[in-house]
């Protein structure tokens, strides 16, 4: 969208007199009309193929200057707070997201929903709230979701009313339009943090304990494949963000996404992402594409962002042809349940397995499952890690080394429960010796339990 695109769209299809509704800035009626006729203005005076190609500081320097040339020559009175909320509402309509712009730089929020143009809710440390941030109409909300979507090179029209992107921070954007949305667009952004949590992080907040960490970080380091399974919302993404900092730096990683989202650390990372179909239905690349080509490309580790169809099969083919260390995320609500849903997936490709072979393939690739959880006061939390053992007839056998179990709810919503071992010595740690990440025998002690 170019920048005379950008500037025209926030104008209403209204007279610029009309009455509108205040955006984020909050402003009144007045100061809504007044806005208005700025960007009319900058229309006007704006070198657009000068501030086009313009730094972003500039640029927003630029636009603060103009606006308060057009304030002095229009000879309206604000007084200081008023005129840099006008010059701050501009440039984040100019440069940013527009009202929803604060929200995104507030590390509080970890959710931003647009359920419509006047009701936009967050979510802050786990529990919602409804803001009084607004939009001026459909149309305004329509132009970002438009603005975030382009950026990346994916539409979303009446052909196309539903799109996955993300935003230049790696936060996962899903937008629904009419005519699937009924009352009007719908707007959904899954922050992801600036700065990259640390497993010493999530130790602090009681997603997991000391002990926990040290396997996690010893099952990465030992080049030892796992899967993490979960809800929505259940912090998958961010922990498979986390164990990726114990890979080793001389390792190349290649990582496949629907849409991209993690940031690795590591020097040599080739990201790969899906491309929708065209207009015509034509040019579209698969996770599966992705999967099988991104063996020919020398990869040490492979890191599936989600496996949701048939790149599965490809995903376990690789983990047991030399890619050791490979990491995946699944929906699902318990360990499990992961291995089912893997199964599933496969058949719903319309690919013929028989079940014994299947689990077979899951049993030699995947050693364990990390089943993380977000509970009833919105804590995110890892509620299980389990080993595979192998198969006991027809099904694959599993043994859990650590749980949380929940004892209750306090007076103010707070879940109540502790992390214990399960006292059962997994077969890996032998794996995890001889690979130079040891774990003493006591790590595993049920004494050794924390809340």
Same mark, same amino acid.
């Given at each position: ?15 610029? +007199?009309? *009455? =509108?509704?205040?955006?984020?800035? !909050?402003? #009144? ?6 806005? /208005? %006729? ?107 979701? +438009?603005? *975030? =979507?382009?950026?990346?090179?994916? !539409?979303? #029209? ?6 996955? /992107? %993300? ?68 912090g998958k993404t961010t922990l498979l963000n986390i164990m990726s ?34 207009v015509e239905g034509k040019g579209e690349v698969a996770q599966r ?163």
């Amino acid at each position: 969208m170019s920048l005379r695109e950008r500037l025209e769209s926030t104008i209403s299809e209204a007279d610029t +007199e009309q *009455i =509108v509704r205040p955006s984020v800035t !909050r402003y #009144d009626p007045a100061q809504a009309v007044l806005k /208005a %006729r700025i960007h009319t203005k900058l229309l006007d005076l704006v070198d657009l193929g000068a501030l086009e190609h313009m730094p972003e500081e500039k640029l927003r320097t630029e636009l603060k200057s103009l606006v308060e040339k057009i304030l002095f020559s229009e000879r309206i009175p604000l007084n200081d707070a008023e005129r840099q909320q006008l010059i701050l509402a501009i440039q984040n309509e100019v440069m940013g997201l527009g009202p929803i712009e604060p929200l995104l730089a507030d590390p509080t929020v970890s959710d931003i929903l647009v359920n419509n143009w006047s009701h936009v809710y967050v979510e802050r440390h786990g529990r919602l709230e409804l803001t009084d941030i607004h939009f001026n109409d459909d149309r305004h909300l329509m132009t970002i979701i +438009e603005k *975030i =979507v382009s950026r990346i090179g994916r !539409r979303v #029209d009446e052909s196309s009313p539903m799109v996955d /992107a %993300r935003l230049p921070d790696g936060s996962r954007v899903n937008a629904v339009i009419p005519p699937l949305a009924v009352d009007g667009p719908v707007l959904s952004i899954r922050r992801f943090a600036t700065i990259p949590l640390a497993i010493s992080d999530i130790v602090t907040f009681g997603t997991l304990t000391g002990d926990m960490a040290q396997i996690i970080a010893a099952l990465v380091r030992s080049k030892t494949n796992v899967l993490i399974s979960g809800g929505t919302g259940s912090g998958k993404t961010t922990l498979l963000n986390i164990m990726s900092a114990f890979i080793p730096h001389n390792e190349r990683i290649v990582t496949i996404e629907d849409a991209a989202e993690l940031k690795l650390q590591q020097p040599h990372v080739v990201r790969l992402e899906t491309r929708p179909p065209n207009v015509e239905g034509k040019g579209e690349v698969a996770q599966r594409a992705l999967v099988r080509n991104s063996l020919r490309m020398r990869p040490d580790r492979i890191v599936v962002g989600e496996v949701r169809g048939a790149e599965v099969l490809d995903m376990l083919q690789a983990m047991n042809t030399g890619h050791e260390g490979s990491m995946t995320t699944v929906h699902a609500n318990t360990a499990r349940d992961a291995l089912t849903r893997l199964e599933n997936m496969v058949g719903i490709a319309g690919l013929s397995i028989p079940p014994k072979t299947l689990r077979q393939q899951i049993v030699s690739a995947l050693s364990v499952v990390i089943q993380v959880a977000r509970l009833s006061d919105g804590k995110r939390k890892i509620v299980s890690i389990q080993e595979i053992t192998g198969m006991e007839g027809d099904m694959i056998s599993m043994q859990e080394i650590f749980s949380f179990e929940q004892t209750g709810v306090a007076g103010d919503g707070t879940v109540l429960g502790s992390f214990c071992a399960t006292g059962i010595r997994p077969k890996f740690s032998e794996r995890l010796r001889v690979r130079g990440s040891p774990l003493p025998d006591s790590i595993f002690s049920p004494a050794r339990g924390s809340e």
